[in-house]
């Protein structure tokens, strides 16, 4: 591997290190029975103090859900996109190489997202229509962050108005600040949640733009 190729992998690999360092320390450190139904959840005090500061905000909750609409709709968009290329063009190898990336790298969220459903490393500050629901990390962050920041990324180079892309980043960029904010104030998770959200989806966005900027370069 080029000296260049490790450089650029760095940032991903130290990202994924320290998102694995913190998961383990949620399971693991100031555990305790302070979840409904006496689930056990890390880093108690720190979450149990958070999450009396806010309490449990249902509209930010809806907000939140509602306003996950869109980042998913964005995943429509560009498949989409994938589709219409490959009708014209007749072959899969002549699709943008950005846009089969980018499908991999859905499936590589989804797949990080199926794992913690049913991996659990904690359980919601409150019941969801009477049962546990797996807590970490946050979803709603986890696929936000990922989706609006490739989103970002795939209009800059499909679409080459500068007022539009500028008006994507700064929507994209208010979407993932409301979502963080909101799941945050909602009480539906720990802190802990949004911040294994935070790290595990700049892990994710860091390996998408090392490979596509390496597929750039060849």
């Known amino acids: ?18 998102s694995a360092i913190f998961t383990l320390l949620t399971k ?11 689930s056990e959840i890390g880093f108690a005090a720190v979450n149990g103090f958070i999450h009396n500061l806010f309490g449990v905000n249902m ?12 980042p998913v709709l964005t995943t429509f968009v560009f498949f989409a996109v994938g589709v219409a290329q490959l009708i014209r063009r007749k072959s899969l190898f002549k ?3 950005s846009i089969i990336i980018l499908g991999f790298f859905y499936i590589v969220v989804i797949a990080v997202y199926l794992f913690f459903e049913s991996y659990i490393i904690n ?14 990390p946050s979803s ?13 990324d795939q209009c800059g180079r499909l679409i080459r108005s500068k007022s539009f892309n500028t008006a994507v980043k700064i929507i994209s960029y208010i979407i993932i600040a409301i979502t963080i904010t909101g799941r945050l104030i909602s009480g539906v998770h720990w802190f ?14 860091s390996l998408y ?4 900027n390496a597929s750039d370069k060849k």
């Open 59 to 70: 509209i930010w909750y809806h907000i939140t859900d509602w306003l996950g609409i869109i």
């Open 1 to 18: 591997m080029k000296k260049e190729n490790k450089h650029s992998l760095f940032m991903p690999f130290l990202l994924a290190v320290f």
């Open 140 to 152: 709603h962050t986890l696929m936000t962050i990922c989706l609006m920041s490739v989103c970002v």
């Open 209 to 212: 733009h090392t490979v596509i």
């Open 192 to 205: 802990t949640d949004i911040t294994g959200g935070i790290l595990i989806s700049l892990t994710l966005v």
């Open 28 to 38: 693991l450190v100031d555990v305790q029975p302070i979840g409904p139904q006496k």
């Open 123 to 136: 359980y919601r500050p409150v019941l969801m229509q009477g049962r546990l629901e797996a807590s970490y």
């Open 95 to 97: 699709v943008d190489k």
